[in-house]
C-alpha cells in the first residue's frame, strides 16, 4: 500500500509540467512548510498550560460603620463609632447609658441611626421636676434638632398641631440637615417658612 501510494506520487511529479529547475523550488517550499508545521505542533505540544491566575478578590471596602455625637443627659456624652444600621438606643448604650433623670419621651430610641448626627438627650429640672425645654427661647435662632413643642410653638405661624408634626417628623427621620427640610412637614408652605426661617438654625 506504501509502495502503491509513494509510485502515485512519484509518477504525479514526473508529469507536472515544470522544468527540474521550478520543481525543484516547489520541493523546497513544500518541505519548509512541512518543517515550520512540525515545529508549530510540537512547540504547542511541548508548552506547559499554565492557567490564568484566578482574580483577585476584591472586598469592598465600604464604610462600614458610621460616626454619631452623643450629648446631653448621658453618662458620658462624645462621639461613638457604631456599626451601619445601629439604632439609638445603641448609642445611647455607647455613651454608658441615661444620667437619672433624662427625658427621652421625644426620642426614637428604635429609629435608625445616620452618619454624622447628634444624639441629644434632654435632662429633667432638678428644682422644679419639669423639663429644662419648657421655657421658650427667646433670644438667638432656635436649634431645630434639639427644639421642643414649646419652641417651635413660639415661632410665627406654629401652632401645637404644627409644632407637634414638626417633632414626629424628626423622630421618624432623624435630625434636619438644613432648615429648608421643614417645608417637608406637612402644612408648613413656602409663605409660612419665610415668616420664620430667619429664626432657625441646623
Known amino acids: 500500500m506504501e509502495n502503491e501510494t509513494l509510485s502515485k506520487i512519484s509518477n ?3 508529469e507536472l509540467r515544470y522544468s527540474s529547475l521550478q ?3 516547489l520541493a523546497i517550499i513544500a518541505l519548509i512548510v512541512i518543517v515550520l508545521t512540525a515545529l508549530y505542533v510540537l512547540r504547542g505540544s511541548s508548552q506547559e498550560v499554565i ?3 484566578a482574580p483577585l478578590e476584591i472586598e469592598t471596602i465600604s464604610q462600614q460603620t458610621l460616626m454619631v455625637d452623643v450629648a446631653g443627659a448621658v453618662i458620658h456624652p462624645g462621639v461613638y463609632s457604631l456599626p451601619l444600621n445601629a439604632r439609638v438606643v445603641e ?3 455607647a455613651a454608658g447609658g441615661l444620667k437619672k433623670g433624662a427625658d427621652t419621651s421625644d426620642i426614637n430610641q428604635a429609629r435608625i441611626l ?3 448626627e447628634q444624639i441629644y438627650v434632654y435632662p429633667y429640672s432638678t428644682s422644679t421636676g419639669k423639663t429644662s425645654r419648657t421655657s421658650i427661647r427667646k433670644n438667638g435662632p432656635i436649634l431645630i ?3 421642643t413643642t414649646k419652641e417651635f410653638e413660639s415661632l410665627d405661624g406654629i401652632g401645637p398641631v404644627l409644632a407637634n408634626r414638626i417633632i414626629t417628623y424628626r423622630k421618624a427621620n432623624g435630625p434636619f440637615t438644613a432648615i429648608e427640610d421643614l417645608l417637608k412637614v406637612p402644612g408648613i408652605g413656602q ?3 419665610a ?3 430667619e429664626k432657625l438654625r441646623v
Open 195 to 197: 415668616q420664620f426661617k
Open 12 to 14: 504525479w511529479w514526473s
Open 191 to 193: 409663605s409660612k417658612f
Open 51 to 53: 492557567a490564568a491566575p
Open 23 to 25: 520543481k525543484r523550488g
Open 145 to 147: 434638632n434639639r427644639a
Open 114 to 116: 445616620k452618619d454624622g
Open 91 to 93: 448609642a445611647i448604650k
